[in-house]
Nanobody
Framework: QVQLVESGGGLVQPGGSLRLSCAASRSAFSIYNMGWYRQAPGKQREWVATITSGSSTSYREAVKGRFAISRDNAKNTVYLQMNSLKPEDTAVYYC?????????WGQGTQVTVSS
């Protein structure tokens, strides 16, 4: 079992930046592929970014060049640096940990981009 706790969300103006963090409870954190997803009101949850256990990264097209996912295995933490934020980035952002058949989710953190 892995507990994931997200933090770092909030209200930011368009063009601003936020860094989300996701702290994992498990010491074998490094073996997990970690991801960020988001869900806007009235919409389905969508994938945002992934960092593998080998630190390869991938992003949905809409956030490429603006968002950066990273991990610190010593701190059991994954980050999502979000720059040049747009109103359409407004959503609840969820952290995900996946290994083999195991799939875990955090409780989410709200990001609101508005002037």
């Amino acid at each position: 079992q892995v507990q994931l706790v997200e933090s770092g969300g909030g209200l930011v103006q368009p063009g601003g930046s936020l860094r989300l963090s996701c702290a994992a409870s498990r010491s074998a954190f490094s073996i997990y592929n970690m991801g960020w997803y988001r869900q806007a009101p009235g919409k389905q949850r969508e994938w945002v970014a992934t960092i593998t256990s080998g630190s390869s990264t991938s992003y949905r097209e809409a956030v490429k060049g603006r968002f950066a996912i990273s991990r610190d295995n010593a701190k059991n933490t994954v980050y999502l640096q979000m720059n040049s934020l747009k109103p359409e980035d407004t959503a609840v952002y969820y952290c995900n940990a996946m290994y083999a058949i195991n799939n875990y989710w955090g409780q989410g953190t709200q990001v609101t981009v508005s002037s």
